[in-house]
């Protein structure tokens, strides 16, 4: 789908951001091992689970790009040059991206590879309302039930997302913020809930066309706004939380 554009991303727009190289995209070792050149038409049993792991820790690299800013919105990336900047073939990093498009992260651009989607401040005000009209009412009733004692082990993973945005980790950041948040919708022992508000958790990080890169100071607010949530639910102040998680999803549009 990509022959003779091997070597080369596609020629960026005109006034477009100039991409940003994935030297610091997380591939683990093990997936290095994938080898670049062409692969048997009908792989073993091993080879398939060998290949579908290699294909989940691509997915995670890219993830980490899209938020990190790596992949900047409106550009084309072809699978065989982003294989070849993780040292691993165009097959697994074709199919993540393809995973990417089914979640809306990219579309696919027919004969040269993938587009970063390119989203306004429109659609990331709808996410953080869908997203509040899931998440309020649940944290609110958790408020009223929850022993102190279960939110205090929470707390790691609130002072992970502070640890993240003091180094200006957007990737990490990501990741625990959408842990701290799992972590909490999970006491309500609703697991359709947890992978729906995580979708929507995971597409409300995805870079704005005009603002490609979190600021640091927005994560570290957004940081503070875990432990103070954290602090009101130990107390079980549940006008607090209910102040604190609303102001939380209203400043998540912007």
Known sequence: MEQGRAREEARPRHGAPQPVPLSSARVPE???GEHTHGEPGEPSPRDR??????????LDALRAALVGGELVPGQVYSAPALGARFGVSATPVR??????????????VPNRGFRVAERGPG??????EVRALIE???MLRLARTVPPARWC??????????AAAAVGDRASYAEADRAFHGAVLALAGNQSLVRVADDLHRRSQWPLVDNPVTRRADLLADASEHTALLDALIAQDVTVVQTLVREHFAGADG
């Not at 060998?50 to 820790?57: A, D, N, P």
């Not at 199919?95 to 696919?108: D, K, T």
């Open 49 to 58: 689970v060998r290949r579908h792991s290699v294909r989940g820790q691509i």
């Open 136 to 138: 309020v009412p649940v």
């Open 153 to 162: 082990a929470l707390r790691p993973l609130a002072d992970a997302t502070v």
């Open 30 to 32: 093990q997936a290095r």
């Open 95 to 108: 199919e993540a991206m393809q995973q990417l498009a089914v979640e809306g992260a990219v579309e696919v």
């Open 123 to 128: 659609e990331l005000a709808e996410l953080a």
